[in-house]
């Protein structure tokens, strides 16, 4: 039996060597979220097959759906219209899996490669069966971040497949899921794939701008600020009639759209994009804003109930010791995490402040009602 302390091992590893299954860099992969019709996929594919710098095409037939009710894939018949696809456009194809018999199906299908999709990559089950349907097939596996910013479930997904022999692997970050609001649909958390391609070295890793993104216009803008971070390629959604999609319409990009997206990204010269950065990294600030506001809000939660403990055990409420080792185990973790130790001092001063405060108006209070309700006073 393996244990945690064997997570660094070689075979768990991606040797850049033994990766052949990056052809090119940036690698282009483009296409709708769904394939449809073979009318909607026969239009798309066409025209994006016009740019020689588009790889491989995308179309899911499967589609795991977190609400029921919504369209959930056309199922085979999809995989008749993508063979066309590739017979007439020269395109190579990918699809979604999310089983053993979608996998059988798609590698019967002549998809080219394949991808595992965030809601599948949450269930290691899941993942093992998948990886299990495809020892001894030699076909590029990439395998997206699952939707909880939880790097080990996605290094976890990708070593199963990397022990089962499968050594054509690959990531695509796509966002991850995040409660607070934010004009993203999922938060890029972009020090997740940053490290994991340091736990993985020579592991490639796209970016799907168009699931971190949720809407359309902040497409171009994700897609460049992954390849400024040197990730491997792109998986864009790419719908000949966005609005129309079945799924994911308001992220998907028409043909031409991508197209010049590619130009701006690829091009020698780049537009300047200062104000869509500046208000995307002003919207990621603001989501970190709203965590330290909840965040607070539950310590203070919690010092009231302290408070409580406290009063029934006729105790103080600032007790040094204790508030030593929080300062000082703070400051350990702010030194770690690269912030200066001396600002988070004074932020814990002033939110250690605030919480005697409380927790004296609440001893206090409570005092003075105790005292009410035997007539001391
Ligand atoms: C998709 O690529 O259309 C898809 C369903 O993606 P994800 O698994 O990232 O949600
Ligand atoms: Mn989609």
Request: aromatic share 6%.
């Amino acid at each position: 039996m393996k244990t945690d302390s064997d997570k660094n091992s070689p075979d768990s590893r991606n040797d850049e060597n033994s990766n052949s299954l990056l052809e090119k860099k940036p690698l282009i992969i483009a296409g709708p979220c769904s394939a449809e019709t073979p009318e909607q996929l026969f239009a798309t594919a066409s025209q994006l097959a016009m740019d020689n710098r588009v790889d491989y095409f995308r179309a899911g037939i499967w589609k795991p759906r977190t609400l029921p009710g919504t369209f959930e894939g056309v199922g085979a018949p999809g995989l008749e219209w993508m063979q066309q696809v590739k017979k007439q456009t020269g395109l190579k194809i990918i699809t979604e899996v999310g089983s053993a018999r979608h996998v059988e199906a798609a590698i019967k299908a002549g998809m080219d490669m394949l991808w595992v999709g965030a809601r599948t990559v949450s269930n290691p089950f899941v993942v093992q069966e998948i990886a299990d349907s495809l020892k001894g097939v030699d076909i590029p596996v990439w395998i997206k971040n699952p939707l909880s910013p939880d790097i080990d479930l996605w290094e976890g997904a990708i070593t199963r497949f990397s022990r089962t022999g499968i050594n054509k692997l690959g990531a695509i970050h796509r966002g991850f899921f995040w409660w607070a609001k934010s004009h993203m649909r999922n938060q890029p958390f972009w020090n997740i794939p940053l490290e994991l391609q340091e736990r993985l070295p020579g592991l490639p890793i796209l970016s799907d701008p168009s699931h971190i993104a949720g809407k359309r216009s902040l497409v171009p803008l994700l897609a460049r600020r992954a390849l400024e971070k040197n990730l491997s390629g792109l998986m864009v959604e790419v719908h000949s009639e966005p609005d129309k999609a079945w799924s994911d319409a308001s992220q998907q990009i028409a043909p031409g759209e991508f197209t010049r997206l590619l130009d701006d990204l690829l091009g020698e010269k780049q537009d300047p994009i200062t104000g869509e950065l500046l208000d995307e990294l002003r919207a990621e600030v603001d989501n970190m804003d709203e965590m330290l506001v909840w965040a607070l809000s539950v310590r203070m939660e919690l010092a009231g109930k302290i408070a409580e403990v406290k009063k029934d055990a006729c105790q103080q409420p600032l007790q040094s010791q204790r508030w030593e080792q929080i300062m000082q185990r703070v400051k350990l973790l702010a030194a770690k995490s690269g912030v200066r130790p001396m600002f988070i001092e004074k932020l814990f001063n002033s939110i250690h402040q605030e919480s005697l405060s409380l927790q004296h108006t609440l001893i206090n209070d409570k005092r003075k009602n105790l005292k009410k309700e035997h007539n001391f006073v």
